[in-house]
């Protein structure tokens, strides 16, 4: 059968590991024929947005990529885009299966004159938005999601086999702002790329990684990861935490890019030995390091990451948020309740200090974690209903 994504809502970038490019790759791998339609807008590797040319090309895991134009070439940030020929595009892939990554794009119109047209394939829509990254003030709620963005998602829900939201935030957001009726609506988590868990999860990563940066063997390594920018800024809570733990076994990694305003903090916090802020290292890398550390900690927003880490089997500690408590799987994870130093220390010296807590929550990690977010048996899950 053949699976047509179709991801106009945000841009997809190739070698990135989101959803968006997950779902697919792994489509294909449980023998499915895949295509990707989508924008031209792709981020470089400075995290800036720029014009992808190719208009049709196979991406690194042999999945079909068709990258269709802006038709009024309104700006990057434009939330009103309409891109030429979706209609006509979808028609000369000629899906059995269709998987739509979010509601919001003026183009949904097509898509459900196409349904509409070939009633016998299936339909699958995600949504990525929820209270935390959307509908943040009055006009972007009321005007822009409840009535705009609702319109479209109203627009597809008769054809649409089921609806997801890819965290329980996101699931209630569907619910509640887009109104689509409950019982078609389920969670579809993200999660973890089973081969880089595999490749990561060798000893002699962990070894290298430590290694480079004089970490041993016996030393209790705290990792993090990810964009740290206004939204957070947590991380350098728990940098001034690791650097107050009374131990010298404990050491802390941070990568990521760093917001110009933060950068001189983050620099003054990185000591080079007990805590070290390394920079930006490569989505690929990222599995590697995560798999190197004893525990992983996220005190700000959530992002993919977490997903990543419970699929690498690895105890977390991260900030609590409503919605987002999925990636506790029966004891792996250790919620923040507060943005401070002293609950930040707190937690990790709770776990550092009782090791039948700690290896419980390893076990725990090893055991659930890797299963429930494996990207194979997510993918498996996304086509599957009746």
Known sequence: MKITHICLCGPVTDNWTYQDNLLPK?????????????????????????????SEYINEHGVKIIRIENKYRTTINSKFKIYDNLYKTIEEEKPEILFIHGVQFINIKDVVKYIKKHPYIKVFVDNHADFSNSATNWLSLNILHKIIWRLCA???????????????????????????????????????DDEKVIKAKDPNVRKEIREKYKIKEDDFLIM?????????WQTLL????????????????????????????????????????IGWISADEAYNYFAAADLVV??????????????????????????????????NCEFLYEDSKEQIKEKIEKLLYDKILY????????NQGISVFSYKKIAEKSVNFK
């Not at 009374?246 to 110009?260: C, E, H, M, T």
């Not at 005190?299 to 919605?323: D, N, T």
């Open 298 to 331: 996220f005190p700000g927003r959530h992002s993919v990451f977490w997903e990543q880490v419970a699929g690498l089997g690895i105890p977390m500690i991260v900030k609590y948020w409503e919605g987002t408590t999925h990636v506790d799987v029966g004891g």
């Open 154 to 192: 109203k627009m597809i829900e008769p054809y649409t086999t089921r609806f997801y939201g890819v965290l329980p935030a996101r699931v209630d957001f569907l619910k509640n702002v887009y109104k689509i009726p409950e019982e078609k609506v389920d969670l579809l988590l993200m999660g973890a």
């Open 359 to 366: 290896l419980r929550m390893k076990q725990i990690s090893e």
């Open 238 to 277: 728990l940098m001034e935490a690791v650097k107050e733990i009374n131990n010298d076994k404990v050491k802390l990694i941070v990568f990521g890019s760093v917001v110009q305003e933060l950068k001189e903090k983050v620099q003054a916090l990185s000591d080079g030995e007990k805590v070290q802020y």
């Open 224 to 232: 993090t990861g990810g964009k740290i920018d206004t939204a957070k």
């Open 26 to 54: 792994y489509h294909k791998k449980l023998g499915y024929e895949v295509s990707v339609i989508t924008s031209r807008y792709v981020f470089n590797d400075k995290g800036q947005l720029v014009i992808d040319k190719r």
